[in-house]
């Protein structure tokens, strides 16, 4: 089985068709660097080289951190022909961004003697064993920033992010893949470890995320990223058995669409490098695709409008019949009708099939028939307490419009 790194299984997430086009059809795609790569890389060699320096007793001061990162944000943006700044930044806000960051780190963990570096920029791989009775083993690949000892057999995953952006706790990819990490460790230093924790270090936010890596909180986690191996695997030999299959790695379209390099290629965008090519319908009708297109989305606006402003006077007729007790609404040649009914719905299942039991009534509602129910309840065969107990009452409406009755026909 192959090895998995958590990149190619976000990627799956994201969309499997990208996944196809990247991992099994290996589209070359033209990668362009970003000010936000190059900010990321130099950021994390600077941290690097600080806690290299850290574990052999020589602290580099604040100003020699500050300046071996413009030395690596140099090194990097040399290197690259072409570099792309997302969004409307530009140099100077991520100049701005990488000293706010450094600063505010160095500050807050100087003179860093609280911490014994093992490793830094560590790449590992590990294995999860799906059964115990069948052997079978999922294999895991990525690099830890940073690995500490600390306090007394403590051991301290660190990973360094520079996004804009915190992700919520309850989909948070990162929390997930340093918790997966702990396999690893407990593995190569099990009869060292008391404990391990996990770090997220948010240098945009100055925030520090922290927690202790359970089994319970581990256990889950593995079974979830288990089962995106299995589905891959399963897709992967469908896929080789049937290449032309354009099912078997659906694509998603979603927010991740727009930074997709296999736009080129894929099935929601390639119709962009067409011409507007034209279509008839019988003898009489010429269009284009594209006028078909802004047709159809101007029709879906005005439909969505209309029902907007319909389902309104629908609100303020109803309302105003009530007040006044009309049943109908006239204009010169048009009327509207009100209907007002009572709509039940059942609290408790269970409730109303011992409630027919109890009361002899149980053939004639089984499985709890609301329809049978509530025929009774309008015969006045169940009591009006009975009926607040076991259903919930709400008043509904229908409104429906038509053309006056009551003036002549003319074709009378």
């Known amino acids: 089985m192959a090895t998995y790194s958590f990149s190619q299984i976000w990627l799956y997430e994201q969309c499997p068709k990208k996944y196809q086009f990247k991992y099994l059809d290996k589209y070359e795609s033209e990668f362009i660097a970003s000010y936000d790569t190059v900010l990321w890389n130099s950021v994390h060699a600077t941290l690097e080289r600080l806690y290299k320096e850290v574990n052999v007793f020589r602290i580099p001061t604040e100003e020699e951190t500050l300046e071996k990162f413009k030395e690596l944000w140099d090194g990097n943006v040399a290197k690259e022909w072409e570099i792309q700044a997302k969004w409307t930044d530009t140099i100077d806000v991520y100049l701005e961004r990488w000293r706010a960051y450094l600063e505010e780190y160095y500050e807050k963990y100087a003179p860093f003697d609280w911490t014994k570096v093992i490793w830094t920029e560590l790449q590992l791989t590990f294995k999860v064993k799906k059964d115990w009775e069948e052997w079978e083993w999922r294999s895991f690949r990525w690099f830890v ?42 593995e190569k230093y099990w009869k060292y470890i008391k404990s391990i924790k996990a770090r997220l270090f948010y240098l945009h936010f100055n925030i520090i995320d922290e927690w202790e890596i359970t089994d319970d909180l581990l256990e889950p986690i593995i079974e979830k990223y288990s089962k995106f191996v299995d589905e891959i695997e399963k897709k992967k030999a469908q896929y080789e058995n049937n290449p032309d299959d354009k099912n078997i790695f659906p694509t998603l379209g979603n927010k991740f669409c727009q930074y997709c390099e296999f736009q080129n290629v894929c099935p929601l965008f390639t119709h962009l490098n067409f011409p507007d090519e034209k279509i008839t319908w019988g003898y009489l009708w010429e269009t284009t695709v ?32 009530d007040a006044k007790w009309f049943e109908q609404l006239f204009w010169e040649e048009d009327q509207v009708k009100i209907s007002k009914w009572i709509n039940y719905s059942i609290k408790d299942k269970e409730a109303i099939k011992q409630y027919a039991i109890n009361n002899w009534m149980f053939t004639e509602v089984w499985e709890v028939n609301k329809t049978k129910f ?26 429906s419009a038509s053309k006056r009755k009551d003036l002549p026909n003319e074709d009378e």
Do not use: C
Not at 150 to 166: A, P, S
Not at 297 to 306: F, P
Not at 378 to 397: M, R
């Open 145 to 186: 920033d940073r690995l500490d000892k600390q306090w007394e057999d403590v051991f301290i995953i660190n990973d360094y992010k520079t996004n804009k952006y915190l992700p919520p706790e309850d989909n948070d990819h990162y929390r997930e893949q340093l918790t997966l990490y702990a396999l690893w460790v407990k």
């Open 374 to 399: 509530v025929e009774k309840v309008k015969n006045w065969e169940i009591s009006e307490e009975d009926t607040k107990a076991l259903l919930d009452e709400k008043d509904s409406y229908t409104v």
């Open 290 to 321: 594209k006028r078909l297109v802004d047709r159809f989305y101007k029709l879906g606006k005005d439909a969505w409008e209309i029902k907007k402003e319909k389902d309104m006077i629908r609100e303020m007729l109803i309302e105003y019949a």
